[in-house]
């Protein structure tokens, strides 16, 4: 294929109209130019990430050979923190949908996951979430806090999910398929759409929080137990959201 006569444009029209052939591929790699050389690159990060995004659908596409073709991915945000709810979400994605950067939400920059989260919302067949707070949480325990909010957002979903691949967690009163997939945020695509649904949602709860108690920086730390927020319930004691059953809380003021 003979393309140096052929504008950048011109190129670029090869390219977006269909895939290219290694024809092309090879006269590009050849071609003296440094636009038409940065325009090739960028075509191969895009085929890299779409090959690693479709290894992200490894379980989903099982499951479609096995029948199961309505898939749901589950996780959760905020186990660990001193303060505020968890949040759990279920997410069914098409199959195999293209949604460049998704990835487990912990590997994500604050910035990137606010621009998945709102691709996720345009692609998704649909999204739940459930939000259990720092009061229940005390009163059954967070693990069991965390498994019904996961309960709620599956069980809100339409259609209802074939088969849900969960973060870790199992959860046996499931009427339908269920995997337990540790590290599943970074395995599956639902996973990782959900952890990333989770997350946003949360932290846009936090950040209403430190509007109301700007004193312990909940925007900053999100109420996980950072020194900066230790020294904050030091000072002015629990506030209403806090974990009454978390430590240090616990040992600090239930004794009180």
Do not use: C, T
């Given at each position: 294929m003979i393309i140096e006569k052929m504008t950048i444009k011109e190129i670029e029209g090869l390219f977006a109209a269909q895939e290219p052939t290694e024809e092309l591929l090879s006269a590009c790699r050849?071609?003296?130019?440094?636009?038409?050389?940065?325009?090739?690159?960028?075509?191969?990060?895009?085929?890299?990430?779409?090959?690693?995004?479709?290894?992200?659908?490894?379980?989903?596409?099982?499951?479609?050979?096995?029948?199961?073709?309505?898939?749901?991915?589950?996780?959760?945000?905020?186990?660990?923190?001193?303060?505020?709810?968890?949040v759990t979400a279920a997410v069914i994605l098409p199959l195999g949908a293209f949604i460049p950067r998704l990835n487990d939400s912990k590997k994500l920059s604050a910035k990137v996951r606010e621009e998945l989260y709102l691709a996720i919302k345009e692609t998704a067949v649909d999204i739940q979430y459930a939000v259990i707070d720092e009061k229940t949480i005390d009163r059954i325990n967070i693990y069991q806090a965390t498994m019904n909010g996961m309960y709620d957002a599956i069980f809100a979903l339409r259609p209802t999910p074939e088969q849900v691949l969960i973060d870790a967690v199992r959860l046996d009163r499931l009427p339908m398929a269920s995997l337990s997939i540790i590290k599943g945020d970074a395995k599956s695509a639902?996973?990782?759409?959900?952890?990333?649904?989770?997350?946003?949602?949360?932290?846009?709860?936090?950040?209403?929080?430190?509007?109301?108690?700007?004193?312990?920086?909940?925007?900053?730390?999100?109420?996980?137990?950072t020194e900066q927020h230790i020294q904050a319930i030091k000072k002015y004691g629990p506030c209403p959201i806090h974990r009454r059953t978390f430590e240090p809380i616990q040992s600090l003021f239930t004794a009180r």
């Open positions: 050849s071609d003296s130019r440094i636009a038409v050389h940065r325009l090739l690159a960028r075509w191969e990060r895009v085929q890299r990430e779409k090959e690693r995004i479709r290894a992200l659908y490894q379980f989903e596409y099982e499951a479609a050979a096995n029948g199961l073709e309505i898939v749901a991915g589950v996780d959760e945000a905020g186990r660990g923190p001193l303060a505020g709810p968890v639902s996973i990782a759409a959900a952890s990333i649904i989770a997350k946003v949602e949360r932290d846009h709860l936090m950040d209403q929080y430190d509007a109301q108690y700007p004193e312990y920086g909940f925007a900053q730390h999100k109420g996980y137990g």
